[in-house]
Every structure is written in C-alpha cells, then in structure tokens.
C-alpha cells in the first residue's frame, strides 16, 4: 500500500491542478492541515457569516499584526465571513466529473480549513484551492468531523516537532516517515527539510535506496539532486546504470517470451514500464546535481534512450543538456529529434519544444544552424522559428541563409563551459 501511496504523490506533484480541463481539485485534510491557520467546526448564521462551534486550530496572530490590531479573537461562539462560499463536491461518475453544489441548512456542521488571503489578512479562504472542507446535515453526526480535523491537527504537530530537532541526522531520521502516506504537501514540505539537510539527508536516503519500491523511488528521484553528496550520486548513476543494462530484456517479442503464460507476459510488462518511469525520474534527478561531469553519462543516456524510444527519458536528458550547455550537446539533441521524427513511438511522443529550449540555451552557431535544419520539419519547424527569432531578436523568415549569416556574424561556438569562445 506504502508504494502505492507514494506513486499517487508523485502523480499528483507532477500534475498541475486543473491540468486537464474539468479535473477536480483532490481533497485531502492532511494537506489542509499544513497550509491552514484555522481550522473549525461552523453553522451558518446569515449572508456570509459563519459561528464557529469548534475549534482545533487557533490562527498565530503574530503572522498578522494587522488582523491581531483588529481585535479578532477567533475562538467558539465568534463569528467569520466567509462571501461566496458554497458547499460541493464533485460527481466522479458524471462526464468531465461535473460539479455537485449542495445546501447549506441550520442542521449543517461545516469542518473547515482556512488560511487568511494572500495580501488581505483580515479576509479567510478554504485551503486546497477552495476545497478542504467536510460537512454533515446532522449536528448529532460530528464525531467523523472531529476525527478528520484532530488526525490532520496531529499529523502537523508531530511534523512540527520533528522538524525542530537541531541535529540534522536526528531530524531526517524524525521526519523520514512522514514522506509516507502523509499527503501531498506533507510530502513536498518533508522534502523541503531534506534539502536544508543536504549531504546528511543525501546520505540518508542513499542507505536505504536499496530497499525502496519502484514507485518510493520514482517519488524521490527528482529530489537527489537537492539533496546532493557523493555517496548518494554515486548510488542514483549506478541504478541508472543497472536499469540500462536491464530493460532490454524486457522488452516485447524476446525468445523466451514464448513460454510465458498470460500472467508472466503482464507482469513482464509492468517492470517494463516501471523501468521506464525510473529511468525519466532518475535521469531528471541527476541533472539536477548540475555536475558537468556527468555530462558524457547523459549523453550516452540520450543516445541509448533515443534507440529504445523513451521520449520521457529523452526529455529530461533535453533538460539536463539545456541547464548545462556545452558543444558536444547539440550533435545529440538534433540526433534525439531526428530519431524520434523518423519513427511513431505509441506513448513515448517528444515534444518539439523540448528539442528547441535545449538549442535557445546554447545560443552558437552550431545550435543555430540545427534550427535552421528544423524550420521546414512537419512537427518542429514553428518551434525552430520562435526560437530563432527568440536568439536573434527579430524575424529573418523562413529561409535559413540569413539565420546562418547573423550567427557567423553575431555568434560563436559553445566552449566546454557553456560559454562563447
């Protein structure tokens, strides 16, 4: 369960909310409970105002001095206001999970999570983008509210407190379990400390990366390189180096695959495609080391990807190559393209301007010349444009010639460094 819960953090950390059109915002009170001041049980008075019956969570007035000069008191019996807010949930069965609003009576109880306005200290809104509140129609019914405000209260007490331990080794050791089906932002905060940590932290997580899931690693790959250390680099290039070596095998039509039974074909299938999820987190995670070093690893990476047609693995190697130009790069950020512009990979699809950014952050004479070889291509050649003129500053046209003539002129080769010779 742990590694599923993980793999659902990671999803949700990757995907901006509303991404995808109607989506719904996801409730959870565990991460309203870390971005609330105050959180309470409240009926309905009128027009906006709501009583609060109780209270679980008492905003720090020393976060608003203005609000404290107001003179709000903030405790059972006061009143909040509260203008628009309405109850609703969402029909996940409904097509494009259409929005459900439901009435507010003098029987209802409403747990909120609430966090004074950026900006307006003395206007509250519901945490978890507008979403974090729970309610019942019946005021008999409020021990299941109770226990979804006192559990989330808990779980950010007890993060407070480990977080507040001054030996760092003690604190990541305090705070390691709350990376675990804690929510999204207990989960994102955590990762926070671990950063303060650095090497500590760093030499933490490399100890136990041998026992982890392939969903708990996929959820803390992208991180390593916040972290950073020798020891927990080391142990990231070598699992990169071990799933290369591995994935072949994997892969669909094998000999051997003949006497395999139905079941063994699908779990066959599954690491496949976990490989490949650990390979783009992975290769993601070492570019965020920012060591030039590794560049020659992530070249040959790009290189091995591009033949398997991992165009996820492609992209973080793009970006890794973006955030550390050098001339050896743009060879292989063409060769990615015209890899994946030779052949239709099902799922795997790179995206041009992954391509394009990786060549804008070069800015030479090779990197220009690679666009100008893109302006006519079917599915990159708008990209190649814009960033043709994002480089030169003004619109050259579609013609190469004059984009090469302005880089001889204007431009010169990408030195080991990243910078102009």
Known sequence: MRSLRALAIVLAMMTPLLAFGREPPIKDSRDGAFQSELIAIVSHTEGDAYRLEEVFLKPNDALAPDAAEAGE?????????????????????GFGHDRV??????????LLFLKRKEGDARTWEVAGYGYCFFWVDDPSNLDQLRREATTAVTLRTDWEEAAAIDDPRARVAALWPFLWNTGSTCFRVTLDEFAKAGEVAGDFVAERFPYFSSSERMSLMTSFGRFGGDKLHDVLVSHLESLRNLYPSYLPGAEADVALSKDELRAKTTVRREMS??????????????RTSDLPFIRDLGVWAAKYGLGQTCEAVLSALQHMPNEQNVPLIEAIWREFNARAYEY?????????????AHRSRESIAVLTRLLDDPNAGENAHSSLIQIVGEDLGRNPQPWLDWAAQHLTSTTENGSPD
């Open 73 to 93: 008191s903030l405790g059972v019996g006061d009143a909040i206001s509260l203008p628009g807010f309405e109850l609703y949930s969402y029909d996940a069965w």
């Open 101 to 110: 609003e439901h009435p507010i009576t003098s029987d209802t109880r409403i």
């Open 277 to 290: 999820g650990e390979l783009y987190y992975g290769a993601a995670g070492l570019a965020h080391f920012k």
């Open 348 to 360: 795997n699809n790179l995206f041009p301007h992954a391509v394009t950014n990786a060549l804008i």
